[in-house]
């Protein structure tokens, strides 16, 4: 089965301009998560989608957005680009929020690769 | 708020030996979820093991354990039998037992990395 797939891999912007990212999630998985990884540290976490509903949003400003699909796919929006948004954009998926027999969370999310953007 | 703290920045280890990273976090939170991901240079994070915070039994999965200590909040990674494919940055995570409508969203460190020596 394909894993969580990201695109484009790579990608060049310039300051003010806008950029849009994709996610493909694992089949069967309903939730979507975007997290923003800067160069030497952790991802942070940016939102969650599940059923097409927002779920979280992280301390992220209002430049950001994000949508999610019928068939669960997922596109992250950045506007108005600043340097210090150049970072590697991870998505990831999970078949729900919580166990639908234990009703326990933690159900592990699967990282796309990630696409790497950087701003001039 | 969750914070997760990963206070060695680098580590090295001979092929074959034991290797143990640490990881310490602070939440107000009872029950809740710990993970170690792996990055390799590849970039692709890799879940390497999972531990639920209501069991008090410590995860394994084959070569990775982990030392569960709540009550110090404390999170750490045994990897036994290094090899050289483990070299990766280690990422020790918290995630919150989600309520009904409620997100479950990652809290990272800020990583480790692994050399292992030949």
């Known amino acids: 089965d394909a894993g969580v797939t990201q695109s484009p891999t790579h990608l060049i912007k310039t300051r003010g301009q806008q950029v849009t990212l994709r996610c493909s999630p694992i089949?069967?998985?309903?939730?979507v998560s975007w997290y923003q990884q800067v160069l030497g540290q952790g991802p942070q976490f940016i939102f969650q989608?599940?059923?097409?509903?927002?779920?979280g949003r992280g301390n992220f400003p209002d430049r950001f957005s994000a949508r999610q699909f019928p068939n669960y796919s997922s596109e992250l929006n950045v506007n108005a680009l600043l340097l210090g948004d150049s970072a590697l954009y991870l998505c990831?998926?999970?078949?729900?929020?919580?166990?639908?027999?234990?009703?326990?969370?933690?159900?592990?999310?699967?990282f796309g690769d990630g696409t790497r953007l950087s701003i001039l | 708020a969750q914070t997760v703290t990963q206070s060695q920045p680098e580590m090295s280890v001979q092929e074959a030996e034991t290797v143990t990273l640490s990881c310490t976090y602070d939440?107000?939170?009872?029950?809740?979820?710990l993970f170690w991901y792996k990055q390799p240079p590849s970039r692709q994070m890799i879940l390497v093991i999972r531990?639920?915070?209501?069991?008090?039994q410590n995860a394994t999965e084959n070569r990775f354990s982990v030392n569960f200590q709540k009550a110090a909040k404390s999170f750490s990674l045994k990897i036994s039998d290094s090899q050289l494919g483990d070299t990766a940055m280690y990422f020790c995570?918290?995630?919150?037992?989600?309520?009904?409508?409620?997100?479950?969203?990652?809290?990272f460190g800020k990583g480790i990395t692994l050399s292992v020596r030949p």
């Open positions: 990831a998926s999970s078949p729900e929020l919580r166990d639908r027999v234990t009703n326990f969370g933690g159900q592990p999310q699967h």
């Open positions: 089949s069967g998985h309903k939730s």
């Open positions: 989608y599940y059923e097409k509903e927002e779920r």
């Open positions: 939440t107000s939170e009872n029950n809740y979820y």
């Open positions: 531990q639920e915070a209501y069991k008090q």
């Open positions: 995570a918290f995630m919150k037992h989600n309520a009904a409508g409620a997100n479950s969203k990652l809290t």
